[in-house]
């Protein structure tokens, strides 16, 4: 059995779907990737990479468990909460995503550690709906994630082009059925 460990925020747990272990990306992924793999969902709601945000994924059970768990594939989809503006600072955001990206990597198993960059950001209204900023997601965490991907060698999946149109998200950041769907598929492809 492959284990795979999806680690992020709420567009990993799937807030705001009505039936997220159902619906949820890792919740589809498992269907796709069959009995061969055990998937599990250590999404966090508002979870940040960096340590001192205002919901650090790294004091969260989640992680601790996914560390536990010692899986053979790591999904990290972590960044759309750095956007807000109190938790958003470059280097503090590279230092600590790098981090949370070794401890996966230093684990027993040796997993194949994959860095998604998460969805697009839409404004909804004009506005950054959650305090998440758009800009800060394509001209800050975007660019920082690739660049850790490239130096550390490891796969990088980008989710900017899934979908282009916040029609797929009921509040311009978490995706609905038809967008987990699409998330679930482009990663399921790069896999």
């Not at 979870?47 to 969260?60: C, G, I, L, Q, S």
């Not at 909804?124 to 690739?146: C, K, Q």
């Not at 916040?166 to 990663?187: F, L, N, W």
């Amino acid at each position: 059995m492959i284990k795979v460990a999806c680690i992020g925020d709420s567009i990993t747990c799937g807030f705001t779907l009505l039936n997220p272990r159902r619906d949820s990306y890792p919740s589809l992924l498992q269907k796709m990737l069959g009995d061969g793999y055990e998937v599990r969902n250590f999404g966090v709601l508002d979870a940040a990479a960096r340590f001192d945000a205002d919901t650090p994924y790294v004091r969260k059970k989640a992680y601790t468990k996914s560390l536990d768990w010692n899986p053979d594939i790591v999904l990290i989809m972590l960044g759309s909460n750095d956007t807000k503006r109190r938790n958003w600072d470059p280097e503090i955001f590279r230092r600590d995503y790098r981090k949370i990206v070794s401890s996966y990597m230093e684990l027993p198993s040796r997993p194949r550690v994959c860095l998604i960059a998460p969805i697009k950001i839409f404004r909804v209204w004009g506005i950054p709906l959650m305090g998440l900023y758009p800009e800060t997601m394509e001209e800050g965490v975007r660019p920082a994630i690739h660049e850790i991907s490239a130096d550390l060698g490891l796969q990088w999946i980008d989710l900017k082009e899934v979908f282009n149109a916040s029609s797929y998200c009921i509040d311009g950041v978490h995706p609905q059925r038809k967008g987990t769907q699409m998330i679930a598929e482009y990663i399921f492809k790069e896999l």
